[in-house]
């Protein structure tokens, strides 16, 4: 596949994701938006919009440590629910 399909398939991907994200605020699709974001900056050659990539790579990592319960609650959640605890 050509860069440039490639880069707009990410593009679009971002953007369905995002729409995605604003109707349930999912840690883990603000994980995959960061990594797609990461993925265009890594393949980018304009130094730009690379920086811009990354910068966007960041704060939807941010994102997602910010909605991302810690792996203890979120077991304690599971097991509450199996075990009725």
Not at 17 to 39: E, F, N, T, W
Not at 65 to 73: C, F, G, V
């Amino acid at each position: 596949m050509q860069d440039d399909k490639k880069h707009e398939l990410l593009i679009s991907a971002i953007d369905y994701l995002k729409v995605q994200y604003a109707m349930g605020q999912s840690p883990c699709l603000a994980l995959v938006i960061s990594r797609h974001y990461r993925l265009l900056a890594e393949s980018c050659v304009e130094n730009n919009n690379k920086i811009n990539y990354v910068n966007q790579a960041s704060s939807w990592f941010g994102c997602y440590l910010k909605k991302a319960k810690p792996l203890a609650e979120a077991e304690m959640q599971i097991y509450s629910g199996v075990y009725g605890a």
